[in-house]
């Protein structure tokens, strides 16, 4: 199932920086998106989502940008910090049918922020 | 800040015997997913549960697997006989509501069960 792909398996970046984290889909039916943070021996935490009638989001340093037209979301975390390093999953759902809300994830991307 | 919790955070079987594994989702959420994810892999979609009975299931859900909501806060997910490819992260997660133009459509996540089969 390749339907939510996250093509980097790690990234590493300097404190301060930007950090970009990419996120590709197949289907699309998907109408909602999210970002998952996720630290070892813990769940998933919610980040920040957006809605397929929106292009961009921000909370706070993150903000998510949709593509819809090339299928592609990013985060971006400005600026970076050490307390960021975690692995970060992209996930999605969609409308429609029996679908309530299932969320396909991404394989998760490494985030190493140095001091 | 409310949070779904998940028990144990790590369960040893064998091979063949039943397992069940417990969550309590946030307490004004009505609805509720399991999640798994075996080591190296995505996490995956099992079930999703709403108004006590089962809204979508993946073909990984079969008939060894069920999910019951026995008391109003507690969500179990059982696995009947073990086999060992049910060894994974067994994630429970709950939200608010479902509606792709609300922010309240957000599932939030416990910090899983390992499950280890032998």
């Known amino acids: 199932d390749q339907q939510v792909k996250q093509n980097s398996p790690s990234l590493s970046v300097q404190e301060g920086r930007i950090s970009i984290l990419n996120c590709d889909y197949t289907?699309?039916?998907?109408?909602?998106f999210l970002w998952y943070k996720k630290y070892p021996a813990e769940g998933p935490t919610f980040l920040i989502s957006?809605?397929?009638?929106?292009d961009k989001n921000e909370d706070g340093r993150f903000t998510v940008f949709l593509n819809k037209s090339a299928k592609h979301l990013s985060l971006h975390i400005v600026p970076s910090q050490p307390g960021d390093s975690a692995v970060y999953f992209c996930?999605?759902?969609?409308?429609?049918?029996?679908?309530?809300?299932?969320?396909?994830f991404g394989q998760g991307t490494i985030l190493t922020v140095h001091p | 800040e409310p949070e779904v919790t998940q028990t144990p955070s790590h369960q040893v079987t064998q091979m063949g015997q039943e397992v069940i594994l417990r969550c309590v989702p946030i307490?004004?959420?009505?609805?509720f997913y399991w999640y798994r994810q075996i080591l190296g892999q995505k996490v995956e979609f099992l079930v999703s549960?709403?108004?006590?009975?089962?809204?979508?299931k993946s073909e990984i859900f079969d008939d060894q697997f069920s999910v019951e909501r026995p008391d109003g806060s507690n969500f179990t997910l059982k696995i009947r006989s073990t086999k060992l490819e049910d060894s994974a992260m067994y994630f429970c997660?709950?939200?608010?509501?479902?509606?792709?133009?609300?922010?309240?459509?957000?599932?939030?996540f416990g910090a899983g069960t390992r499950l280890s089969v032998l």
């Open positions: 957006i809605s397929s009638i929106k």
């Open positions: 996930a999605a759902s969609f409308a429609g049918g029996t679908s309530y809300g299932k969320l396909t």
């Open positions: 307490s004004n959420h009505l609805y």
């Open positions: 549960f709403y108004n006590n009975e089962i809204s979508e």
């Open positions: 289907n699309s039916m998907f109408d909602y």
């Open positions: 997660a709950s939200s608010y509501s479902w509606d792709r133009y609300l922010a309240k459509n957000i599932q939030y």
